[in-house]
């Protein structure tokens, strides 16, 4: 049985007053107008309606708590690391000033750890920051506050095929079950007197101790997916256009909602075809380095 995300109708949810196939559409043009752009002055209006939907969505914290947690710290250790090597931001900057300069007392195969702070590194791991979170914040509430049942006619509606939008059903629906199936398994696991915490060793014999779990959950995973392969079957699908039980309309705010998505990315469009939004540094931090 497939399962989803932990949906509920929330009153007073600015996300879920709005028609899914709406939302979905805002989403694309702001996730794109997002990545046309390096220059964190431009960023930030990005970030202000991030955090604007994120706290009139009506998700609680501690339903999103454990993913939100994930992905910034995801984006942080990214954003660190990129400050820490200056990998990723080469591409947008050709010179560096530099601000201090970091070296160890000793040397590895005659090589000294260096750690070169320079401003330019410094503006592109704020303005990694500022981009991803914002795109993050975006991504993580559609779960939470898409209905499942809903999402096959939601992508149906933007112009994707049958075939096409069932797919992106079953691929929202995917994480959620699969780790409904691993709970269950390792619950089973441990009734049978397995125990889970006390696995010691190697990697590879932590992998090969995990067997018990990994197995039994990947070949559900099969025999579920050849279920609903064959029940698809049985039901003809794919032969012909298909038919939906629910019903969009778009109302007024619908319409506005998608409009303004589609303002916000042809005006970035047009900005970067103007030749801003790239990377900046402020010249006065630059004139003191």
């Known amino acids: 049985m497939l399962v989803a995300w932990r949906y509920r109708k929330r009153e007073n949810s600015f996300i879920q007053s709005f028609d899914p196939r709406a939302w979905i559409i805002f989403y694309g043009c702001f996730l794109f107008a997002t990545l046309s752009f390096w220059d964190v002055r431009f960023l930030l209006p990005f970030l202000v309606i991030a955090m604007f939907v994120l706290l009139t969505s009506g998700v609680k914290w501690h339903e999103i708590r454990r993913a939100f947690l994930f992905i910034v710290g995801f984006v942080f250790f990214f954003a660190i690391l990129t400050f820490l090597t200056g990998r990723g931001g080469t591409e947008l900057y050709e010179q560096e000033h530099l601000i201090r300069e970091f070296k160890a007392s000793f040397s590895i195969l005659g090589w000294t750890p260096t750690l070169k702070v320079t401003v330019e590194r410094a503006f592109f791991s704020v303005s990694q920051l500022v981009r991803v979170t914002s795109i993050a914040v975006m991504t993580i509430l ?96 794919g032969v012909g256009p298909r038919t939906w039980l629910d019903v969009l309309t778009y109302q007024t705010r619908d319409r506005v909602l998608i409009a303004f998505g589609v303002a916000i990315l042809i005006a970035s469009i047009v900005v970067g075809l103007m030749g801003m939004g790239a990377f900046w540094v402020p010249e006065a931090l630059i004139n003191m380095f």
Do not use: C, W
């Open 142 to 237: 559609i779960p939470y506050s898409l209905n499942p049942a809903l999402y096959g006619i939601t992508f149906k509606g933007i112009g994707l095929p049958d075939k096409f939008a069932y797919a992106m059903d079953l691929t929202m629906r995917f994480i959620p079950t699969f780790g409904r199936d691993f709970q269950l398994t390792m619950d089973a696991q441990r009734a049978r007197g397995y125990e889970l915490d006390k696995i010691s060793g190697g990697i590879i014999q932590q992998v090969r101790k995990l067997g018990p779990i990994f197995v039994p959950v990947t070949i559900h995973a099969i025999i579920g997916s050849e279920d609903i392969i064959d029940a698809m079957d049985l039901r003809a699908f």
